[in-house]
């Protein structure tokens, strides 16, 4: 990989090459508890935002979804139910340790056929062009290095008229809650992540990087750069996070 300078890490600044390695370093320590903090720290609403997305992607029988950084399958699972046997979805992670997480909760729940499991980033998909209905990608975007090469590769491999959904946390519309926002974010989270995952740093640099991650507006704009067209997005609880959802012509 060339060297492209520095990028963030957190509030970190660290080599290009390098964030990849330490972002998977984070989800190697958290991927046993992911699915508890998840619960723990956004109260279960997590839950709702999902169901949310998952209503706008008007998935239907027999059509192929792609849930890149899919993690712990909980978007995939529910996909599964919409495509029926016949269908196709992929669970995509970069993450071995989250990967893992995913396929057992998918077999626990007793699913063979149609989910698949592959392990690649999103900045390089190792797909053929023009191959998904719809592409998910929740709570993944804001870890990736590259996020203009992402938007890319996923227009690539979306068929036309197909659909791309990011679920992200984003910037509170209210100048109050994003103040309680962010007490939360700096002071609860990596507590919560110290108790229940033994694990504060990886919550602290989760923290820094919702923070650090585009508003509402500007990933419009990238995803309009990438291809993207009839862009928009929906805030959800005051904009804590957005859903933000752009279509291949």
């Known amino acids: 990989m060339t060297d492209k300078g520095s990028t963030d890490f957190g ?53 192929s979804v792609l849930d890149v950084a899919g993690g712990s399958g909980d978007l995939t699972l529910a996909f599964a139910d919409r495509v029926g046997p016949n269908g196709n979805v992929v669970l995509l992670d970069i993450n071995a340790s989250m990967l893992r997480v995913g396929r057992d909760r998918c077999l626990d729940a007793g699913w063979l056929d ?23 990608i929740a709570f993944g975007l804001r870890n990736v290095t590259d996020k203009m090469a992402a938007l890319r590769s996923m227009y690539r491999v979306l068929k036309p008229g197909g659909r791309l959904l990011i679920l992200e946390f984003s910037k509170p519309s209210s100048t109050v809650l994003s103040t309680i926002y962010d007490w939360y974010s700096f002071n609860i989270l990596p507590k919560l992540g110290e108790c229940i995952a033994n694990d504060a740093d990886s919550y602290r640099y989760l923290a820094e990087s919702i923070r650090l991650f585009p508003d509402q507006k500007t990933l419009i704009t990238m995803m309009e750069k990438s291809g993207f067209s009839d862009c928009e997005f929906h805030n959800l609880t005051g904009g804590i996070v957005a859903l933000h959802k752009g279509f291949k012509y």
């Open 11 to 63: 509030f970190q600044q660290v080599p290009w090459q390098e964030k990849a390695g330490r972002v998977a370093e984070v989800f190697h320590s958290v991927a046993d508890q992911y699915d508890v903090m998840n619960d723990a720290m956004s109260l279960g609403i997590h839950r709702l935002w999902k169901k949310f997305a998952l209503a706008c992607s008007q998935v239907r029988a027999n059509q």
């Open 114 to 136: 149609p989910i698949r499991y592959v392990q690649a980033s999103a900045e390089q998909l190792p797909f053929l062009d023009n191959t998904f209905d719809c592409i998910t």
